[in-house]
């Protein structure tokens, strides 16, 4: 395992650290201001130091709890949540969440990499369709619950995509964006839930505990700013941002996983 990954209490201070402080602390403003996008960018960026995928998507999962249960809390708050909804997002999420994390300890690393990083790449340009369309689309015949099913299995494979794959779905369905985000937002603390328990029964995961708290560290300095970027920043600017770091990065990942699995014996 690369030593970047290998740290302990002794490595608090040091840059590498510093590094997961800021990774969760970009994550989070965007993901806060757009409502999507945080597991994908931070899954993508962590590939990309040489994370395995099971360990990538743990530790973003990990560090998800928290803000996760943060931005349901609000959401409940605020009341932008529909039940009827959030229930059955839970139910499909949940489910598919265990299969995706439960596949992802399983499989060979390399093939699923590349097979992630096509999905993220995939993911970072429905991100930017969704923003810049705004939603006008209209399909009021998807369903809810396998949509919920597929999400939490992405999601948990991935790394990242509840959002833009669920919240668009409501959205492009016809819903309001206030109660789309509130009821998936929500659904999502226990589909994140689910997949970090699945995680914690098949991996050991001691050695990644400051990458998570990095992630949560800056996450939490983030939550609060991400309203006030959101009401100054252009939406479809935030979009190109996020479109174009995670296909940047996705793109690297795939140069990379491809050389190791098609390099020449």
């Known amino acids: 395992m690369d030593a970047i990954w290998s740290i302990d209490a002794s490595d608090i201070f040091t840059v590498h650290f510093a590094l997961y402080i800021v990774l969760g602390f970009v994550a989070q403003l965007i993901d806060g201001a757009l409502g999507q996008a945080y597991g994908v960018i931070v899954t993508t960026a962590l590939l990309a130091t040489g994370s395995p995928p099971a360990v990538a998507s743990a530790s973003t999962h990990a560090a998800e709890i928290v803000t996760t249960g943060l931005a349901g809390g609000s959401h409940i708050w605020h009341r932008n949540v ?146 006030w970027i959101s009401k100054t920043l252009p939406h479809g600017v935030l979009a190109a941002m996020v479109g174009l770091t995670v296909a940047s990065l996705a793109v690297y990942n795939l140069i990379s996983v491809s050389s190791e699995l098609f390099a020449a014996p």
């Open 82 to 227: 529909d039940w009827g909804f959030s229930h059955a997002w839970c139910r499909g999420g949940v489910v598919g969440g265990f299969a995706g994390a439960y596949v992802l300890t399983q499989v060979p690393e390399d093939p699923v990499k590349l097979l992630i990083s096509i999905y993220l790449l995939a993911m970072a340009v429905l991100i930017a369709r969704q923003i810049y369309t705004g939603g006008r689309e209209r399909d009021h015949n998807m369903p809810t619950a396998p949509i919920g099913l597929a999400g939490g299995f992405f999601d948990a494979v991935g790394g990242g995509g509840w959002g833009s794959f669920v919240n668009s779905t409501l959205i492009t369905r016809g819903e309001s964006a206030r109660c789309s985000i509130g009821s998936a937002s929500l659904a999502e603390f226990f589909v994140t839930i689910a997949v970090s328990a699945t995680f914690v029964l098949q991996l050991d995961l001691g050695g990644y505990v400051l990458v998570v708290l990095g992630l949560i560290i800056g996450g939490a300095v983030a939550a609060p700013l991400a309203g």
